[in-house]
């Protein structure tokens, strides 16, 4: 089986440029910060697109009020993976809302290409043909240029014709894991829970998986509240091995009392390394 660990949600913040970046063709090498030489930032999806039937985050300049016209835009933003989610990683999968045609670079170095021709681009090369921005399914891609801790997405988004009046971006990304391997946190389960009146209070948590979860990081938390959380202890939690989790007074102990019993449940996994608490 395989387990989807959330990398990129669509509402992620971009760092974009709109204003005709003469981009150099090693661009995603480089991190641009908002603010500098024209670069901006907002949350996803970005778009200038009066009809998109999807929720902008970001509306974008009409294009029509560039002059000269900017054929190109630029987009990037970073996401991280720890090692032992990397370990357990067997593929990336990416699903995009766009109009009109975008390569898409990981860590610099390509990683997709829709609507767009073969070869060497330049910032006037256009799309293939003009479309109409609809999330597409989702595509499987190759890892082989993600790394453990910070990893850059970068887009560059091109318009089918100089006389193309919208422009969309929208980007998921998720890390497709094998269920059961270091990194897949989804495998941990609530095993046992104490009365609530217990004090202190005490979650035990199981790896029923068939490999090692290296849990350090990871937080324990009532509703993914970082203000109700309990960082778990640097380790590495073995197959079928149960960890008993004593947890301090005020932290999330208390928040559990004031909630009263949970009873048994499942832990949600999310892509933060947050636990949350499902009842």
Same mark, same amino acid.
């Given at each position: 089986?395989?387990?989807?660990?959330?990398?990129?949600? !669509?509402?992620?913040?971009?760092?974009?440029?709109?204003?005709?970046?003469?981009?150099?063709?090693?661009?995603?090498?480089?991190?641009?910060?908002?603010?500098?030489?024209?670069?901006?930032?907002?949350?996803?999806?970005?778009?200038?697109?009066?009809?998109?039937?999807?929720?902008?985050?970001?509306?974008?300049?009409?294009?029509?009020?560039?002059?000269?016209?900017?054929?190109?835009?630029?987009?990037?933003?970073?996401?991280?993976?720890?090692?032992?989610?990397?370990?357990?990683?067997?593929?990336?999968?990416?699903?995009?809302?766009?109009?009109?045609?975008?390569?898409?670079?990981?860590?610099?170095?390509?990683?997709?290409?829709?609507?767009?021709?073969?070869?060497?681009?330049?910032?006037?090369?256009?799309?293939?043909?003009?479309?109409?921005?609809?999330?597409?399914?989702?595509?499987?891609?190759?890892? !082989?240029?993600?790394?453990?801790? !910070?990893?850059?997405?970068?887009?560059?988004?091109?318009?089918?014709?100089?006389?193309?009046?919208?422009?969309?971006?929208?980007?998921?990304?998720?890390?497709?894991?094998?269920?059961?391997?270091?990194?897949?946190?989804?495998?941990?389960?609530?095993?046992?829970?104490?009365?609530?009146?217990?004090?202190?209070?005490?979650?035990?948590?199981?790896?029923?998986?068939?490999?090692?979860?290296?849990?350090?990081?990871?937080?324990?938390?009532?509703?993914?509240?970082?203000?109700?959380?309990?960082?778990?202890?640097?380790?590495?939690?073995?197959?079928?091995?149960?960890?008993?989790?004593?947890?301090?007074?005020?932290?999330?102990?208390?928040?559990?009392?004031?909630?009263?019993?949970?009873?048994?449940?499942?832990?949600?996994?999310?892509?933060?390394?947050?636990?949350?608490?499902?009842?």
């Amino acid at each position: 089986g395989e387990t989807i660990a959330p990398l990129l949600e !669509s509402a992620e913040n971009w760092r974009f440029h709109q204003s005709g970046y003469l981009a150099p063709a090693n661009w995603a090498r480089q991190v641009h910060p908002a603010g500098v030489d024209g670069w901006e930032a907002g949350p996803g999806p970005l778009a200038f697109e009066p009809t998109l039937g999807e929720p902008t985050g970001t509306t974008l300049r009409w294009p029509g009020e560039n002059n000269p016209y900017v054929v190109t835009y630029y987009f990037e933003t970073e996401f991280n993976l720890s090692a032992a989610q990397l370990a357990g990683t067997q593929s990336l999968k990416l699903r995009y809302l766009l109009d009109d045609g975008a390569i898409f670079y990981l860590n610099g170095e390509e990683l997709h290409r829709a609507n767009m021709p073969e070869g060497p681009v330049q910032p006037d090369t256009p799309a293939s043909s003009g479309v109409e921005a609809a999330w597409s399914p989702g595509i499987t891609l190759s890892t !082989s240029n993600l790394t453990a801790g !910070s990893n850059r997405i970068s887009v560059e988004v091109h318009q089918e014709s100089t006389t193309s009046g919208d422009l969309v971006l929208g980007v998921e990304l998720d890390a497709v894991l094998t269920e059961g391997a270091a990194g897949d946190l989804s495998a941990l389960r609530l095993n046992e829970l104490p009365p609530f009146s217990e004090t202190p209070y005490w979650i035990e948590i199981i790896n029923p998986g068939t490999g090692p979860l290296d849990i350090e990081g990871t937080l324990l938390s009532v509703e993914g509240d970082p203000l109700r959380a309990f960082p778990l202890p640097a380790r590495s939690l073995g197959a079928g091995e149960i960890l008993v989790v004593r947890l301090p007074g005020g932290c999330v102990a208390q928040q559990l009392l004031e909630r009263g019993a949970l009873g048994f449940g499942e832990v949600g996994i999310d892509g933060g390394g947050v636990l949350r608490l499902a009842p």
